[in-house]
């Protein structure tokens, strides 16, 4: 069973920067990495997605310039770098990793999940 660990959540100020990581136990063989994000009482939401070649990304909307990700294989890690944080970041991200084929933006897709690290943005 693969495990995925994220962490580099905690409180920050709006237009602050914080860069999550979610590190796997071992080799996932999956297509994409996904970042997705939780806010209280709202649905789970796809943030952003990255191959395992690291040649295709994609992210939401509200997401784009602002948030990059990247993976180091090497390390069985990949990375979110998010910059220019809003009032609207806050949430709980989860780091998952999808086997199969179908599109990366889709929560349903995923097969491994992690536990979740916090992000908080103080006005």
């Known amino acids: 069973q693969v495990q995925l660990v994220e962490s580099g959540g905690g409180l920050v100020q709006a237009g602050g920067s914080l860069r999550l990581s979610c590190a796997a136990s071992r080799r996932t063989f999956s297509r994409y990495h996904g970042w997705f994000r939780q806010a209280p009482g709202k649905e789970r939401d796809f943030v952003s997605a990255i191959s395992w070649s690291g040649g295709l990304t994609y992210y939401a909307d509200s997401v784009k310039g602002r948030f990059t990700i990247s993976r180091d294989n090497a390390q069985h890690t990949v990375y979110l770098q998010m910059n220019s944080l809003k009032p609207e970041d806050p949430a709980v991200y989860y780091c998952?990793?999808?086997?199969?084929?179908?599109?990366?933006?889709?929560?349903?897709?995923?097969?491994?999940w992690g536990q979740g690290t916090q992000v908080t943005v103080s006005s």
């Open positions: 998952a990793a999808k086997v199969g084929v179908g599109s990366p933006a889709f929560d349903r897709e995923y097969d491994h």
